[in-house]
């Protein structure tokens, strides 16, 4: 039997802040990987590990923590 984890309201109202706000996160964050908690960014690295790590040092919370790449918006696919 497999065992359903339960996200906290929390996570996916910082990970809904973040995209609400993306345009403001490209112009001090660009390129970088920001690690959101209580719709405040608590860390920022060049990788989403080193995001987290920053985050779960500052906040004492060890998962569900959105980390999200913030993109200068020139990238193409």
Do not use: C
Request: glycine share 8%; proline share 3%.
């Amino acid at each position: 039997m497999q065992e359903t984890i339960k996200v906290p309201k929390r996570f996916w109202e910082d990970e809904e802040w973040a995209e609400e706000h993306m345009a403001e996160l490209q112009q001090k964050y660009s390129e970088k990987w920001v690690a959101v908690v209580n719709k405040k960014i608590v860390g920022v690295g060049e990788g989403a590990g080193l995001a987290r790590e920053i985050a779960q040092k500052k906040t004492g919370i060890k998962e569900f923590i959105p980390v999200i790449f913030v993109e200068s918006g020139q990238n193409l696919y």
